[in-house]
């Protein structure tokens, strides 16, 4: 009986950092995507602007992911008339601010989609920075 109670206790151990990782795993992308939104509301190229929806940020092992999601209304018109020269240089901003948080020179993917789209037309960007 006694045996069996140590390895229940090893059991919920086991679950709570579990637990406990996956909480503090959402909390870091929550705040990288707060920070994102607040720092860059609209996508520029210096003269041009694209609305941006929403972040969404996945913190892997070896890579981070950005889907930049924007609002299905005059996303593509918009995406079109930036300079993607221009727009490079602001996603290298996003991505440097990124790694500046994580304290990591980590790979990071971003990719530019179109919200609510279903098909695979939605994606207007992407690339490793």
Known sequence: L???GEKMKKFVLA???VLSSLVFGDYLEDKLEMKL???YPRLTDGVN???IKEYDVDVKKDR???EIKVPKELAR???SKLNKDGLEKELEKIVADIRKELNDN???KVEIEVEKESSSSKKLYSNYL
């Open 2 to 4: 006694f045996e069996r």
């Open 15 to 17: 679950v709570m950092v």
């Open 37 to 39: 939104l607040r720092s």
């Open 49 to 51: 602007k694209m609305s």
């Open 64 to 66: 981070v992911e950005i």
């Open 77 to 79: 018109e918009q995406f």
């Open 106 to 108: 980590i790979p990071v």
